[in-house]
């Protein structure tokens, strides 16, 4: 079975603490994406990549940073984390040859920063 | 910008009902289409896919359709059971790009 794993559920981090969020992906995608869920914000895109190396700012990137060394993994980076930061994150995949085109999701990690 | 509506943002059922779960995009230029369901605390579980050349897609009680002449689609469930008990969220992306824009669920409650 195919699969997006994030590599924790539940995370707990003090304020000013780097963070850490990996995404592996074992279906060779070109495509992943990091996403984070709000409760009346619905999900909105943090950063992304369509390949090894690359990588582009979503819509809400300040305070984090991305990085993708390996093709299967892309890992999210908080250099000081803040308690606005307190969020559901999603790491999400794709290829742009798979007709039709969709996202594969992973179980999202639950970082709360006190 | 794209923006994307799902209306209600809540419902309540009795089990057994046959119910329409709506969503719609300001730019109706949608390329792809995905709907998506979400336990509580859980990942996004993807339950239908309809690409640009489709207009709707089935599997098991679930029937999703798109109408890109209004930017609109809607996800029917049939016979409902306790067990559809989650968030539904639709996504679609438009031409020349691989990234899906969501709306923010409608939350669905099938009671017993």
């Known amino acids: 079975d195919v699969k997006v794993t994030q590599s924790s559920r539940y995370l707990v981090k003090r304020t000013g603490e780097k963070v850490f969020l990996e995404c592996v992906q074992d279906?060779?995608?070109?495509?992943m994406f990091w996403y984070r869920q709000d409760p009346g914000l619905g999900l909105r895109l943090i950063y992304f990549?369509?390949?090894?190396?690359?990588?582009e700012k979503g819509d809400i990137p300040e305070g984090y940073s991305v990085s993708r060394e390996k093709k299967e993994r892309f890992s999210l980076i908080l250099e000081s984390a803040s308690t606005n930061q307190t969020s559901m994150y999603l790491c999400a995949s794709s290829s742009p040859a798979q007709v039709p085109y969709g996202y594969t999701f992973g179980s999202g990690t639950r970082l709360t920063v006190v | 910008k794209q923006e994307v509506t799902q209306i209600p943002a809540a419902l309540s059922v009795p089990e057994g009902e046959n119910l329409v779960l709506n969503c719609s995009f300001t730019d109706s230029a949608i390329y792809n289409l995905q709907w998506f369901r979400q336990d509580p605390g859980k990942g996004l579980t993807s339950l239908l896919l309809?690409?640009?050349?489709?207009r709707e897609q089935t599997s098991g009680r679930l029937n999703a359709s798109l109408d890109k002449s209004s930017g609109r689609s809607t996800l029917y469930i049939a016979a409902s059971q306790p067990g559809d008990s989650a968030t539904y969220l639709c996504?679609?992306?438009?031409?020349?790009?691989?990234?899906?824009?969501f709306g923010t669920g409608t939350r669905l409650k099938v009671l017993a």
């Open positions: 279906m060779d995608h070109e495509n």
């Open positions: 990549s369509y390949d090894v190396k690359m990588k």
């Open positions: 996504a679609g992306t438009t031409s020349g790009t691989y990234k899906y824009i």
């Open positions: 309809i690409q640009s050349s489709q």
